[in-house]
DNA sequence: CGGTAAGCGAGACGGTACGTCCCGTCTTCCT
DNA sequence: AGGAAGACGGGACGTACCGTCTCGCTTACCG
């Protein structure tokens, strides 16, 4: 019957990336098909709306077995998490004109563009995916922290050093709080992220709730 | 013999036409059985983790014919919409002591609570069933904006024309402002929201990243 | 909020159009599952009567996932009529002594018993599902026109060209006569067929009701 | 909650009539019901084919509430029997001319002819039904021998008496043998019953198969 | 330079959950 | 009280995917 001969080399371990005793060998990994995965999955995340791409779905379009999918990843949440690095290097960049509100509104409004795009798609396909899986919720949120959140706090203590923010402020509070709503609207809001939101926002955060004295 | 013929396979349902059907007579509803439905759906939620409720196993704590369920909902997640409905009334009202930043601390905390207690694991499920069912996601942005903005927009007003608020403020962005870090945190952030969180929030909310003149 | 629109029902899959799929590889199939499954079908038909065998509780049984019985046999019906086939060798063959009335006692008392024995519940259960699906109609018909009245024609035939039998005979119409009473009793008479009526049958149907001359 | 209130005024017992300990009042029986029951039910067969008529259906079609099918009839079988009862009566009689053969020829040539109608569709559900319902399948055998085979006995009884049968006949197994084979065709055949069958069927049974002498 | 072991495509397998249909019981309201 | 209507707890249906497991087939390395 099926199981018999050499069986059990892979340890299930939910939560956590590959624990197979005889990991598969990287250099002969087969990067076209590689390359196939993670674009069968973005293509798929947009066609068919988050929560909605199957493995097998994955692999048919990637003309792949599903096996070449686990063997490589973990989880369908890891597949994306691999299609989120190689799509998001291009917001994940901080300019730097030397005036820091310009440099937030450019970016800020990239983003809200990015979140509007088909891009959106596909990243609330992979927050979903986090709510039910840890090491995608752990994946994105370190991706999130060294890629995005990194560059922009950097942003701010420099702009701090020249003076043009407060210097008592908490950097990481402010970096949340200028992008959180962006995140929000994506997520749960009912309208979608715009311009017109990255302006109210830089407005509130620059002077503050305060009456000015 | 048996089987030959073309292999066939039916067509997923959303490419067959769809009819309405004389819906349920609201007035003889058991609700005995409702509220048993919507105390498992929560109950199965904080228990098993986001994305793991499955309808039958709600049927099943609930001592209920699926059915029951199907009829009187059309998706899980418009279950754990209603759930919601009955369980967030506590932290939707804002408190009003005539300060309104001790008040935006007050209930900015409880609701930072509220995202670190089983109620989060809750959340967090409905959010991702959000994701992949418009009826779910309108809801609960319609559940956010009515029941959880509106009071806080409310307050921020009063205090506006008070003159404890600048005048010129976009009140819909400041509170996006104030509660977006706590959502994201929920849903995309490494840590957990917490009152530390709150205060930096606040702090920089109130009086701003520029430097005081 | 949610639910509201108008209600939908999908419509009955006979009235969306079908479509070919690829069909199993039957080079792959696991043979030890394909018998597992047909020994479980017969033991639950034995067990707990016609018509109260579901096709999971064959599955589990059998130690096998429902799909595999849906992957090789259209309906529990068409898995009866293999069951059938593996089953009735025995009583298909017809002995030749050279005595064709001996011979026909001795098959037809075989028969007899056979419907007597367990084997009459499953039997029973197989035609009653043939009744609501009409390939298992045909596949029945065809199973007992080949296998079992063939060679009963066939030993009346030799009988005939050696004058043991009237020349003029339609044979068809002599098997049905012996074997009909039989299944009638079987499927709608009060009593079990027995030796008796075996005995009864085979009197009247060698020397005829008229009167001799 | 559902079932509080007075209860279990009913025991089950499946395989037998009527369990209620307060049975219903037959005198205050809705005649217009009963009909409109019986008709949906004999159309429903007809149209649907065996084995897919089911108590909802026939309640819709009949405008008729379930609870008034199973307050007057305890299983879908039951309800088929009752029809049986309202549409054999037809062929159920036996006509005497006083030649048998004629007389067996007009009546076997009859119910082949009803075999052929769209009655055999209705009749095959029955038998179906009858092979999971015990009281369905002796309600079944009773009306078979006391409203067919009765009348049918008779009438050879007759013509034993005045020499047109053998004397040692046992006059129950001639029944079996003449009419056998059309429900023989009707339930597990390939081709239908017809006037060929009755004349072969004949033919054999009043010379028997032996050469003559 | 032919053997062998890995990755690969394909897809069958044991399972779980889906959303639907129908069962037989029940309750409500109407006649 | 009987009946029309239909909600209810339950259970089976046939389907979609899950993640695991063979199968042959390249393909690249190694003896």
Redesign the interface.
């Known amino acids: 019957?099926?199981g018999v001969g050499p069986r059990v080399k892979t340890i299930r371990l939910a939560s956590c990336y590959r624990a197979s005793v005889t990991p598969p060998n990287a250099e002969r990994r087969n990067q076209h098909s590689r390359r196939a995965i993670l674009r069968a999955a973005y293509e798929l995340a947009l066609e068919l709306?988050?929560?909605?791409v199957t493995v097998e779905a994955i692999a048919s379009r990637a003309g792949v077995g599903k096996q070449t999918i686990y063997r490589w990843w973990p989880s369908k949440g890891a597949v994306f998490l691999d299609v989120l690095e190689e799509q998001v290097g291009t917001v994940s960049e901080m300019p730097d004109t030397g005036d820091v509100v310009a440099d937030l509104k450019t970016q800020m409004t990239a983003v809200a563009e990015l979140f509007n795009a088909d891009f959106a798609r596909f990243y609330?396909?992979l927050?979903?995916?986090?709510?039910?899986?840890a090491a995608v919720a752990?994946g994105?949120?370190?991706q999130?922290?060294e890629r995005a959140e990194g560059p922009r706090r950097d942003r701010?203590s420099k702009a701090q050093q020249q003076?043009?923010?407060?210097?008592d402020?908490?950097l990481?509070?402010?970096v949340?709080?200028l992008?959180?709503?962006l995140?929000?609207?994506l997520?749960?809001?009912?309208a979608a992220p715009d311009s017109a939101?990255v302006s109210?926002?830089l407005?509130?955060?620059?002077?503050?709730?305060?009456?000015?004295r």
Chains 1, 2, 3, 4 share one sequence.
């Not at 997520?187 to 009912?190: C, I, K, P, Q, S």
């Open positions: 019957m099926l709306g988050p929560a909605k609330k396909a927050i979903a995916e986090a709510q039910g899986d752990q994105l949120a370190e999130l922290a701010l003076g043009q923010i407060r210097a402020i908490d990481a509070a402010a949340e709080m992008y959180a709503p995140y929000y609207r997520l749960v809001g009912a939101q109210a926002v407005d509130v955060a620059l002077h503050g709730l305060a009456p000015s």
